[in-house]
């Protein structure tokens, strides 16, 4: 399978602070990027898609002020939780979409995010 | 009703037996199947893409029945480290996203 990596894999910061995310496709090129988030024992949940060169498109209830996406070239994309407060502790998981018959999506091992 | 629904569980299975999961989907416009392992606070892998003729790889073997909307996995002589949340994602004809059921928790039992 396709390689996406994701740094940082852990991230501890006080509230009020901004934590940046970065998702890269190492063996690919896409232009299309995910941003999901998950809650212990629930589901993944998608946040936003991350479109190259283009504004991401977020999913509804999901601030874009708050969670800032930029996906400058074909092969990285950044999520930026902004003035991050304690309910925004989670999974963050980004994926990369590989261009094929069946599109399959290749996620990074993910970021846990705890915000003190 | 959710677009993707799979049994929750929890599967306790003897190590060396058969298991069998469902799924059903609700959008007859889906176009792509998919099954993929999460383990615990891990990112889920993809295990196998679902083919329309159905496909098979290795002890793993998935089928789509698209009259009744639904995809099936089976696990024969399961493993200790087949232990994981299986979930089921579906793609919708000209939609990227994927949507994602609430994942079936197997637990292989030595």
């Known amino acids: 399978g396709a390689v996406v990596s994701q740094h940082p894999s852990r991230v501890i910061c006080k509230s009020g602070t901004s934590v940046k995310i970065e998702c890269r496709s190492l063996?690919?090129?896409?232009?299309?990027m995910f941003w999901y988030r998950q809650f212990p024992k629930q589901s993944l949940m998608l946040m936003a898609t991350?479109?190259?060169?283009?504004?991401?498109?977020?999913e509804q209830g999901v601030e874009k002020d708050k969670f800032l996406i930029n996906h400058a070239s074909l092969t990285l994309s950044t999520l930026t939780v902004t003035s991050a407060h304690p309910e925004d502790s989670s999974f963050y998981i980004c994926s990369a979409r590989r261009t094929s018959e069946y599109n399959e999506q290749f996620f990074g091992p993910g970021t846990r995010l705890t915000v003190l | 009703r959710k677009e993707v629904e799979q049994d929750p569980g929890p599967f306790n299975v003897p190590e060396g037996a058969t298991v069998a999961f469902n799924c059903t989907y609700s959008?007859?416009?889906?176009?792509?199947f998919f099954w993929y392992r999460q383990d615990c606070r891990k990112e889920p892998k993809l295990l196998m893409s679902v083919y329309s003729s159905g496909n098979e790889d290795g002890r793993f073997t998935a089928q789509l029945n698209r009259a009744s909307q639904y995809i099936s996995l089976l696990i024969r002589d399961s493993k200790l480290s087949d232990s994981a949340t299986y979930l089921c994602v579906v793609n919708y004809f000209g939609n990227e996203k994927l949507t994602f059921g609430t994942g079936t928790r197997l637990t292989i039992i030595p």
């Open positions: 959008n007859s416009a889906s176009q792509s």
């Open positions: 991350s479109n190259e060169g283009s504004k991401a498109t977020y």
């Open positions: 063996d690919f090129q896409a232009t299309t």
